[in-house]
């Protein structure tokens, strides 16, 4: 070559590299992303999984972020992500934006010709008119600052007066401190708003029931993602281009409702219900699910308030007589009520009565097991337990000698086993309130039907403490549920008429005889209880006691009744 010219390969090579960058050089993650998307559509998108295509499509454009791919890569993503936009999830808006930014990125992207249907060419050929002017955000819509928009998919129909179930997730790479859902009802002009709460992969919620109305007619509504500055990082939908649910009086198939929870209930019209009208609820708005509360009767049919969350479950009966009638002050509402923290009217918390007393019946009932020989025999002695006693009050022992129990001669001195109502206290209690829930005590009493020659036998003592449930029980009027241990000194009788064959000559040969079986001295024991309030300083004692005696054994369930008083 002549040496004037040997200079024209290294001129005409680096015109080649400015000039066709993508036939020199590829990105360094140009292979990566690539197969990410051939996954996305060669088998989401194909198989009908669109949200999961445009999950892993968003979540490589974030990969490609800084330049780590190369444009005709950035162009293919965009480009297929909206395919599945506007042939999967008929969002047509979207899937002409996603062409415009592959049009942007290379104006050399082309459609994949068996990928193509009639909407999505009008869709790239109207992208491509305007690609190289992209117009810009509507007024007063946030746009996305960061990552890709939120994958959601919105519900077909929705029926009316029913909570609208929205569930979102946010694409790969992109993280947020609060997602909102912007919503309109049908025929209003203001926005409202609607915080998410984490739900499995995403974010869940629904806007509640008098939202959605009793009108048909298209509820409105976009999602937009915050960062911890507030700044929006991801958006689905805007005020000029809003996601769209028809509101239908009913709807065929099956009910919305979010990932793993039941779909949500219909609620009652306020035209069947007028507020303040007798057996008809508060006109507050109930509350939907994920929304805070104190009460069950805050939140939505099918709804109940758990940990101060309205959540799926069955509300309480909390036994409050309270009105819970909307307030803005505690003069709105009855006597001896509050306007809450809720803005509903409460009963009042008076302060709690820290000594309490009470009279209590209980009737103890035994589990006595099968015995022979109970007055003994020329064999055997009484058992300790038992007493024999004659019909005029002597004891058999001291002159008798029965025959020896014979099932088969049927020679009595036996009793069968069984459960029998055995000995009756009548108990005073004392107990003092520690904190909120827990009270210790004694009780003391009188036993009747007790041996007669036991005179210790007829009194009762008793340490117990005690947990009662609730937030601040003591401090309103409600139902009051308990546990207690207790353990002291008692004694408790059974008595039975036993028949018996006398071995000793000169007397009764066939006597029946009073026979006295007891469990003493000591007992341990728990119960279960619960306080009917009949004012807040006042009320009704119900509770089952187990009780267990030694070291003379004996078991017994014992139910008593009561009446308690706060001083």
Excluded at 233 to 244: E, F, I, T
Excluded at 378 to 383: C, E, F
Aim: glycine content about 10%; proline content about 7%; hydrophobic content about 35%.
């Amino acid at each position: 070559m002549d040496r004037r010219f040997r200079w024209l390969p290294v001129v005409l090579g680096s015109l080649a590299l400015i000039l066709l960058p993508g036939a020199a050089r590829s990105a360094p993650k140009d292979a990566a992303v690539n197969r990410i998307a051939d996954d996305a559509i060669n088998n989401d998108y194909l198989a009908l999984h669109f949200n999961e295509a445009v999950k892993k499509l968003r979540g490589a454009l974030v990969t490609c972020s800084a330049n780590a791919c190369s444009p005709q890569v950035r162009a293919r993503l965009h480009r297929d992500l909206g395919v599945v936009l506007i042939a999967g999830l008929n969002r047509a808006g979207e899937g002409k934006k996603e062409f415009a930014e592959a049009l942007k990125a290379d104006p050399r992207v082309t459609l994949q010709k068996d990928l193509t249907t009639p909407a999505i060419e009008q869709a790239f050929q109207a992208a491509r008119g305007g690609a190289s002017a992209p117009s810009a955000p509507p007024a007063g819509a946030a746009q996305p600052s960061g990552g890709g928009d939120i994958i959601h998919t919105p519900a077909s129909e929705q029926a009316v007066l029913t909570p609208l179930p929205i569930y979102v997730e946010l694409p790969a790479g992109v993280s947020a401190t609060k997602v909102l859902v912007m919503y309109k009802p049908f025929g209003t002009s203001d926005w409202q708003k609607l915080e998410l709460r984490k739900l499995q992969d995403g974010y869940g919620g629904e806007i509640p029931c008098q939202a959605v109305g009793s009108t048909t007619g298209d509820l409105s509504y976009y999602i937009q993602a915050n960062d911890a500055e507030g700044d929006v990082v991801a958006l689905n939908g805007s005020r000029k281009s809003p996601n769209k649910v028809p509101i239908q009086n009913e709807i065929a198939g099956e009910a919305p409702h979010l990932p793993g929870r039941p779909a949500p209930a219909k609620c009652r019209d306020k035209a069947d219900c007028p507020p303040g009208f007798p057996g008809c609820a508060s006109g507050k708005r109930a509350k939907a699910w994920g929304a805070s509360c104190e009460q069950d009767r805050e939140c939505g049919e099918g709804l109940a308030c758990k940990a101060g969350t309205c959540e799926t479950g069955e509300k309480r009966d909390s036994g409050e007589s309270s009105s819970g009638k909307p307030c803005e002050t505690s003069s709105d509402c009855e006597a001896g009520e509050a306007c809450s923290s809720a803005k509903t009217c409460e009963e009042k918390a008076g302060p709690r009565k820290k000594i309490w007393v009470s009279f209590n019946i209980q009737q103890d009932i035994s589990f006595v097991p099968a015995q022979q020989d109970v007055c003994g025999s020329p064999t055997n002695v009484a058992p300790n337990a038992f007493t024999c006693f004659d019909q005029d009050g002597f004891l058999y022992n001291d002159y008798g000698i029965p025959q020896a129990s014979d099932p088969e001669m049927g020679t009595g001195n036996e009793i069968k086993g069984g459960p029998r109502r055995s000995t009756l206290r009548l108990l005073f209690d004392f107990s003092y309130l520690l904190g909120k829930n827990f009270t210790i005590g004694a009780r003391l009493g009188y036993v009747l039907g007790t041996q007669p020659d036991r005179p210790l036998a007829k009194f009762h003592g008793e340490a117990r403490v005690a947990y009662w449930f609730g937030g601040d029980p003591f401090a309103k009027k409600s139902l009051r549920p308990y546990l207690a241990a207790m353990g002291g000194l008692a004694e408790v009788d059974d008595k039975f008429s036993v028949q018996v064959f006398e071995t000793v000559s000169g007397y009764d040969p066939n006597p029946t005889l009073n026979v006295w079986r007891r469990g003493a001295r000591t007992f341990a024991g728990g119960a279960a209880g619960v306080m009917i309030p009949t004012a807040s300083n006042m009320g009704i004692l119900a509770e089952l006691k187990v009780q267990s005696f030694f070291p003379t054994s004996a078991f017994t369930f014992s139910p008593s009744l009561g009446y308690a008083l706060g001083l």
